[in-house]
């Protein structure tokens, strides 16, 4: 058996032969420190900013993940209440990435956003036992039947000697957290997660209808897309561009003729594709957004939520969902033009784990366009007629940019750590922090 962590409840008698909070001894020992002994009952320490608002912390004998034993908390009736068990780990290596791992249980929990008031943390410390670098929250979720995994892998900064553990609780006084199976242990460093993405600038003229304006997207992919590219992304209302005919003249079933020619185009450059057309279901008209796989096979679609008033005037219907896709490199999300006048899609799709956000857009905002991929932290990738066309990485910086009837292509790393001065990386503070539980209307 693996050896176990005792735990401490503020001195309290500690029932350390039924808690299995695993890992850290693993690492003491990778690092030539001594194992605590599993009688340890000092090892966790209740920590709360004020007094007034710790929460009440024991060693559950009776609640576990694979067997009885884990570390609870209790919001204890408090409002304001805040406060976490504090575990401080052996020495760590600068520049060394580590992986912490902690599973949750909860009860009575304010919804909708438990990520508001459960937090797994590491906190980086110099020698001298002040911060080191930026707290990283254990950001990523896995649900297993009652439980809730949270990990996160992050490098030690240049002048951390130690690392923290944090497990929190905060802002729910009704509610009871157990925390348990917690690891913290040296991995490897991720290996880059490059993807080829190519978009396309072009707006073809008098094409005679559908058909033929698709017929100019195809062959510009054809002619100018790398053969080695990921992903392909054609602008909004493919099939009506050039062609001076109205929404219900063009609109057409997915599957679909349109879909069917540019499949075999993906299929061709071995891509996955993404296009905006004019979508028929029964008497209603959507504008939709169409991702393909590599085989040219529909893998999914997005119906445009935020309708300005002209195509609603012109018929068509709004859709209802931010659905996101699992690609073989990565999660993809779309959304379409005026989406990006509003704050909640991309905050949708980047929530659902959206790593790239797909954008056909005719014409818009290039200020929001990037606030979107600034404030969500995701690669944003435009099509556009009257809007630039792009790839930008999450800071908002445009790596490529395709003049009229070109294409433009940049190989993204969607491993890669983008870090703000001062606030570190902030993919795991958007899903920590954000508020979802405070209305809007």
Same mark, same amino acid.
């Given at each position: ?21 695993? %890992? ?15 009688? #340890? ?24 993940? =694979? ?34 791992? /902690? ?40 649900? =297993? ?86 992903? @392909?992304?054609?602008?909004?209302? /493919?099939? @009506? ?12 079933? $997915? ?80 959304? @379409? ?18 790593? $790239? ?8 905002? =290039?200020?929001?366009? /990037?606030a979107r991929a600034i404030e969500n932290h995701v690669f944003? $990738? ?26 433009? $292509? ?13 606030? %570190? ?7 920590? =922090? @954000?508020?979802? #539980?405070?209305?809007?209307?």
């Amino acid at each position: 058996m693996a050896p176990v962590l005792g735990l401490g409840v503020c001195g309290a008698r500690a029932y350390t032969d039924r808690v299995r909070i695993l %890992g850290l001894a693993l690492l003491f020992a990778a690092l030539g420190a001594a194992a605590p002994r599993i009688d #340890d009952a000092e090892g966790w320490t209740l920590w709360s900013p004020r007094e007034e608002i710790q929460p009440r912390g024991w060693s559950d004998p009776l609640v576990g993940r =694979e067997a009885p034993g884990s570390l609870a908390l209790s919001g204890a009736s408090k409002p304001g209440v805040f406060g976490e068990w504090r575990r401080a780990a052996s020495a760590v290596e600068p520049g060394r990435w580590y992986r912490l791992t /902690a599973y949750y249980r909860t009860k009575d929990m304010p919804r909708p956003s438990e990520r508001q008031h459960v937090a797994a943390r590491i906190a980086w410390l110099q020698a001298n036992g002040k911060g080191a670098g930026r707290q990283e929250y254990a950001w990523k979720t896995e649900r =297993e039947g009652e439980w809730t995994k949270l990990s996160v892998e992050a490098p030690a900064p240049p002048d951390a000697a130690a690392a923290r553990l944090e497990l929190r609780l905060a802002y729910a006084p009704t509610a009871t957290l157990w925390w348990d199976d917690v690891s913290f242990e040296p991995v490897e460093t991720p290996a880059a997660r490059p993807v080829k993405v190519a978009t396309v600038n072009l707006r073809p003229l008098n094409t005679g209808g559908r058909e033929g304006s698709i017929e100019r997207f195809a062959e510009l992919v054809e002619k100018d897309v790398p053969a080695d590219t990921d992903l @392909i992304l054609l602008p909004e209302g /493919a099939t @009506i561009v050039g062609t001076g005919l109205k929404y219900p003249d063009i609109a057409e079933t $997915v599957p679909g003729p349109t879909t069917e020619r540019l499949g075999q185009v993906a299929k061709a450059k071995n891509a996955w594709l993404a296009v905006g057309l004019y979508e028929r279901e029964g008497t209603v008209i959507y504008n939709t957004a169409v991702l393909l796989d590599r085989e040219g096979r529909v893998a999914g679609k997005y119906r445009k939520v935020y309708l300005p008033r002209e195509e609603m005037d012109g018929g068509l219907t709004p859709g209802d969902s931010y659905p996101t896709f699992q690609t073989d490199f990565g999660r993809v999300g779309m959304m @379409i033009c005026w989406d990006v006048q509003y704050a909640d899609p991309a905050r949708a799709l980047a929530l659902d784990g959206a790593e $790239v956000v797909l954008l056909p857009i005719w014409g818009g905002s =290039e200020t929001l366009a /990037a606030a979107r991929a600034i404030e969500n932290h995701v690669f944003l $990738v435009t099509s556009g007629y009257d809007h630039p066309t792009y790839v930008m990485d999450p800071m908002g910086e445009r790596m490529a940019q395709a003049p009229e009837g070109k294409v433009a $292509v940049a190989t993204i790393d969607l491993a890669k750590r983008y870090e703000w001065p001062w606030l %570190g990386s902030m993919r795991g503070r958007f899903y920590h =922090e @954000i508020r979802r #539980d405070v209305p809007v209307e």
